[in-house]
């Protein structure tokens, strides 16, 4: 199990890792370097940093189809989200020099800011402002300082309040306080932004990496702040901190950031009181999606969680961990985790889920098997797991769907404005033919508060939200369902769904 409450005391103590061991270091990127082969990632670069310095670095691959150059540590790539991490530095910077405060609302640097387009009040007052720490925090949608929903978008605002903060370009003050101070070559980023665009490489961020461990741009202290898990207004812990996701596995703080677009992809992960650092980079989505990492469980990275393993042996100088063998039968495998767990001090239940992740990943028949094995060995390791809860979703079994449905009426339940789980369960329902609740689930999704209306959101969830209720309500509700397709023909969508609505309107005269 993994031990996630330990002593404040706890908290404070340094441990030395020693992650330098030659034979490790060699079994870690082994194990990395199969998993690229396995996903069909053509290029991945990575790099390992303690104490300031890089004690590993290794890559594998080409840099793409049509440029058979080798991917190395010094390729560059858009790191995408990893920007945010970046973004978080220098807002906490900030922060300390008294430019801004976690606090302020976004139209105090952004008049023309208008939080009507997210209209939403607790009282009659209007609607919410949003502030610095609802955004870093993830927590700017659906009830302000409470619902955790990564929004992507709203990041960007952060570029804004810098800017008026300190009175410098958002490009210029990345390069003065972050890029130069670590050394690393700043590459042109044409699309750089608060929350993404920034165009890097492994070795790059590995002397980001370096610069945080000689506290060269924030000192400990501010970096450990950083990656706290904050509490909502209920009491709630997040699973993140100002700025990067953050878990507690094992008794490691792991503060992580990543990063992912449709030919690129990137892991930092971080344990800040250790001064370790993991990076991974990608010239391709499948080093993060598979594992949806929005949903903020790093756990579910089979990368980061073979890291973990390593750390742990040489937390304990110990010998290190073994592997599952997956090419053992269902009860023999279900045997092996179990003296496993018994024997080290790691959840071999986690390797067993990502497992099924990677395989559902690659349309492999044999994740039926090792779902069945989750279920019916490991429920209470997947029971408030969204990555879950989607996996099992995609499965054409009933036994899986109705499986996600459980997962997700739990999720539902504890966190009702959430799109991300409303969605998922709303499409089981579809899938298991039950109308009704599918049609509830899917009004909740049409009339969330407080909702960031930026592509995404638009194209996924209003308009498949709408256009799914309309199906439904075809011949029992026909004046809802005419009133949905006309909705959708108000909103910038793809042509394709603008037609299926005229189709359907037509269909309705």
Not at 28 to 42: A, K, N, P, S, Y
Not at 485 to 502: C, F, G, H, M, S
Request: charged fraction near 20%; charge should be negative.
């Amino acid at each position: 199990m993994i031990k996630l409450i330990i002593s404040a005391c706890l908290l404070f103590i340094f441990r030395s890792v020693a992650f330098s061991g030659e034979n490790d270091n060699e079994l870690f990127v082994d194990e990395t370097l199969q998993l690229q082969q396995r996903l069909g990632i053509l290029g991945l670069a990575g790099v390992i940093v303690e104490n300031g310095k890089i004690i590993k670095s290794f890559s594998s691959g080409i840099a793409g189809d049509s440029d058979q150059n080798p991917f190395t540590e010094n390729t560059p790539i858009e790191v995408a989200s990893i920007t945010k991490a970046l973004t978080a530095v220098l807002i906490k910077q900030a922060a300390e020099r008294g430019e801004l405060r976690y606090g302020d609302f976004i139209s105090q640097f952004d008049p023309t800011y208008n939080t009507s387009i997210s209209p939403y009040s607790r009282t009659d007052e209007g609607p919410p402002d949003i502030s610095v720490h609802n955004i870093v925090t993830h927590t700017s949608e659906g009830l302000p300082g409470e619902d955790f929903v990564y929004s992507s978008s709203r990041y960007q605002l952060l570029a804004t309040a810098l800017e008026d903060a300190t009175n410098q370009n958002f490009k210029d003050l990345m390069s003065a306080r972050i890029l130069n101070p670590a050394g690393m070559i700043e590459y042109s980023s044409p699309n750089l932004e608060a929350n993404n665009g920034l165009v890097t490489s492994a070795n790059e961020l590995a002397k980001f990496a370096i610069a945080l461990d000689k506290e060269n741009i924030l000192d400990l202290s501010q970096q450990i702040d950083l990656c706290e898990p904050v509490t909502n207004m209920k009491g709630d812990v997040l699973p993140i901190g100002l700025g990067m996701f953050s878990q507690e596995i094992l008794n490691f703080r792991v503060c992580w950031s990543y990063g992912q677009g449709e030919n690129s992809s990137a892991i930092l992960v971080r344990l800040p009181r250790e001064k370790v650092t993991l990076i991974i980079v990608a010239n391709s989505n499948a080093l993060t999606d598979p594992f949806r990492l929005f949903m903020a469980k790093i756990q579910r990275s089979p990368f980061v969680m073979n890291f973990i393993r390593y750390l742990v042996a040489k937390t304990n100088k110990s010998e290190p961990l073994p592997k599952l063998n997956f090419g053992l039968q269902s009860d023999e495998l279900k045997v092996q985790i179990k003296k496993l767990n018994k024997k080290f001090d790691y959840p071999y239940e986690e390797d067993l889920i990502n497992e099924l992740l990677v395989r559902r990943w690659l349309k492999q028949n044999s994740s039926e098997e090792i779902a069945h094995l989750i279920i019916s060995e490991f429920p209470n390791a997947i029971k408030e797991d969204g990555v879950i809860q989607f996996a099992l979703q995609q499965m054409h079994n009933p036994f899986f769907m109705y499986s996600s449905i459980e997962i997700g009426e739990t999720l539902v339940k504890k966190y009702p404005l959430n799109r991300w789980y409303l969605y998922v369960l709303a499409n089981a329902y579809l899938k298991t033919g039950n109308f009704e609740k599918a049609a509830l689930s899917y009004e909740r999704i049409n009339s969330l508060p407080n909702q960031n209306s930026d592509p995404l959101f638009r194209e996924l969830f209003l308009l498949d939200s709408k256009l799914e209720l309309a199906n439904i309500y075809m011949k029992t509700k026909r004046q809802r369902a005419r009133k949905l397709l006309t909705e959708i023909l108000k909103l910038d969508v793809p042509v394709q769904a603008r037609l299926n609505a005229q189709k359907l309107l037509a269909e309705l005269e």
